[in-house]
């Protein structure tokens, strides 16, 4: 989320999430994992964006691509940090599924006939929209996480739990880019399984949960959440050397 280091500093921080199109013509950025994804790339926004802000890394290779960044910027949503400084909760696998749809699926009608669904399946509907320490445990504890939300499967990568994405149609809100994006960063392919609420939810999910779902490789997790620490204490030691005081 944006926020600022304090009233009296002109600098915005932009993290986590596709956000990078919300500070716009801000002056004074500094970006850590956000990502494209949502509104327009303007050229006179491209050359401020890369006139006036600092960019520790960007969410993969496609964000870094259109804002025609080094390619060695593109390392991961920083999402993945809650495998090293939120601890997992230490849960016995109970072989559950979990479903997490996207916060605006979880907020309408589509959302509420969809943890119907997962009712009747006896599968754990998460809402994202709750609480981090409920949200944690729940995802923690399955086997399998089928996700509409691309901080389910960032968050259950992180917790080294196999992943489903699903992309549900009457949902206006979500983006295959940004999904693309973090899929290339973390070397995975974004293959997604199509849900219509209305027509064959239940089926749907039932496929989706024969799948051994997505993880990242080991060596692949473990490099890009070396690579994003190495910049966060970059960022720290920058901000102790007062970079960001003017």
Not at 101 to 130: I, K, M, N, Q
Not at 163 to 175: M, Y
Not at 185 to 200: A, I, K
Request: charged share 20%; hydrophobic share 45%.
């Amino acid at each position: 989320m944006p926020f600022r280091f304090n009233l009296a500093d002109p600098w915005l921080f932009v993290g986590i999430g596709t956000i990078l199109n919300w500070p716009m013509m801000h002056g004074k950025v500094v970006v850590f994992g956000a990502g494209l994804g949502y509104g327009e790339v303007t050229p006179r926004w491209l050359q401020h964006a890369r006139a006036q802000w600092k960019f520790y890394c960007v969410r993969g290779p496609l964000t870094a691509r259109i804002l025609q960044l080094d390619p060695g910027v593109a390392i991961a949503d920083p999402g993945l940090l809650v495998h090293r400084y939120v601890p997992a909760p230490q849960l016995p696998r109970s072989g559950s599924i979990a479903v997490v749809p996207h916060w605006a699926t979880a907020d309408s009608r589509c959302g509420d006939a969809l943890a119907r669904t997962c009712d009747e399946l006896r599968y754990a509907f998460v809402d994202p929209r709750h609480e981090v320490d409920d949200i944690l445990p729940a995802l923690a504890g399955s086997d399998l996480v089928l996700t509409e939300s691309l901080h389910g499967a960032i968050v259950a990568d992180a917790l080294r739990v196999p992943w489903v994405p699903l992309r549900i149609r009457r949902n206006p809100h979500t983006s295959p880019f940004k999904w693309e994006d973090w899929c290339a960063s973390m070397e995975l392919p974004y293959e997604p399984t199509d849900l219509d609420v209305d027509e064959g939810t239940c089926a749907a999910l039932q496929r989706a949960s024969q799948s051994r779902g997505f993880l990242s490789h080991p060596l692949v997790f473990e490099q890009r959440i070396e690579a994003l620490e190495q910049r966060l204490h970059t960022f720290i030691r920058d901000v102790t050397d007062g970079l960001f005081n003017c």
